[in-house]
């Protein structure tokens, strides 16, 4: 029994040791894809890359971001509680719903431009009849109007130029309509007070996970 006994603990302390040793090269190896993750997504809709090794192998790169509130009073003076409480789950604390969060992420993190898809649609000079396609086809989901726009004849670069201003002006009609419903009309001072204190009651934080894909290993 003794030795069997010692022989488990034998074991356990090389395991633990392997462990610990794996997680140390597994984090080296994560920080090169990490770094090279944070360049291929910076100034991109983007939220996941892939990358491939040997034997599909797959690294997968996701950015993810972290709404959090900063002042629930601050918060109930900008939008009237009757539309609020659709966005928030009342508990020991609020807690922000994903739906709100969707609206108020890129107001706070600044992934927003001032005008509307139609305005962005516009700005395309599409053919009469695509750009009636257009109207209907971008929704402001950068890969879905990627893909429009690539079958419609856009080169990758200018795909990717348009989808991401369809995306941030997508975010803008978001916030217009946010606070349009909550009573301030878009272009006076109370409405761009309004902007102001959104931002000050949220905060956003992003982080970078990755995520490993394999076929099984003998």
């Not at 983007?46 to 996701?62: F, L, M, P, R, S």
């Not at 972290?66 to 939008?79: F, G, N």
């Not at 995306?167 to 606070?179: D, N, T």
Request: aromatic residues 8%; negative net charge.
């Amino acid at each position: 029994m003794k030795n069997s006994l010692a022989a488990a603990v034998n074991e356990l302390a090389k395991w633990d040791k392997l462990m610990a040793d794996g997680r140390k090269e597994m984090n080296k190896h994560k920080l090169i894809i990490q770094n090279e993750a944070t360049k291929d997504l910076e100034n991109s809709k983007i939220k996941q890359v892939k990358y491939w090794g040997d034997e599909q192998n797959c690294a997968v790169a996701t950015m993810a971001e972290k709404v959090e509130l900063i002042s629930q009073a601050y918060l109930k003076q900008i939008i009237p509680e009757d539309i609020l409480k659709d966005f928030l789950k009342e508990e020991v604390q609020f807690k922000l719903t994903d739906a709100f969060k969707k609206i108020v992420a890129p107001l706070a993190n600044g992934n927003y431009t001032e005008q509307t898809i139609a305005d962005v649609i516009k700005q395309m000079n599409l053919e009469p009849h695509l750009e009636k396609v257009a109207k209907k086809k971008l929704k402001g989901r950068f890969e879905k109007d990627l893909e429009f726009l690539r079958s419609i004849g856009f080169e990758e670069k200018d795909a990717e130029h348009w989808a991401y201003f369809a995306s941030e002006a997508a975010a803008w009609e978001r916030i217009v309509k946010l606070l349009n419903v909550s009573g301030y009309k878009e272009g006076t001072v109370e409405f761009n007070e309004a902007l102001e204190g959104i931002k000050q009651a949220v905060i956003v934080e992003e982080s970078l996970k990755i995520g490993v894909e394999y076929e099984g290993i003998d």
